[in-house]
Structures are given as C-alpha cells and as structure tokens.
C-alpha cells in the first residue's frame, strides 16, 4: 500500500495534532483569547451550536478538533484522485 493517495489526510492527522497541542498550550481558563476558533473553527462552531449554553464533553472536543483536519486532509485526498483520473 502506498502512502501518497493518502497524504492530505496524513497531512490533517498531523496538522491536527499540531493544533490541539497548540491549543493546549495556549489555553488560559481565566479569559485572554480564544484560540479554538482560529486553529478549528468548523469543529468549534458545530460543537457551541449542538452544546449552546453548556460545557462541551472533553473528549467529544478534541476528538471534533483532529477529525475537522483529518475530514479536510480526506477531501483534498479525493479532490486529487478525482482531478487525476479526469
């Protein structure tokens, strides 16, 4: 198996990753600027409108936050393949 039809989701695995450490190290509790609206915006704003006035699930957050990359990296993966066959 090779990797390269797979590389624009094995770029949004890590890309992913790099923005939930990102985030993690960046996170202030006590207010200053919210990060996760620039490093996954599709996964924030899906997450606040289904939990609009609570606390989203810790683990349901960081795992919308790698799948919003890796979900990109996998469109880009058939965008290529169907660019390339046509």
Request: aromatic fraction near 12%; glycine fraction near 12%; charge should be positive.
């Amino acid at each position: 198996m090779r990797v390269r039809p797979f590389i624009g989701t094995l770029c949004g695995i890590a890309i992913g990753g790099l923005a939930i450490a990102t985030w993690m190290l960046t996170f202030d509790p006590h207010g200053g600027v919210e990060w996760s609206h620039y490093l996954f915006p599709i996964s924030a704003i899906v997450l606040e409108r289904i939990y609009p006035a609570r606390s989203i699930p810790v683990l349901l957050w960081y795992a919308g936050a790698l799948l919003q990359w890796v979900a990109i990296g996998a469109i880009v993966d058939l965008l290529r393949g169907a660019f390339r066959r046509g």
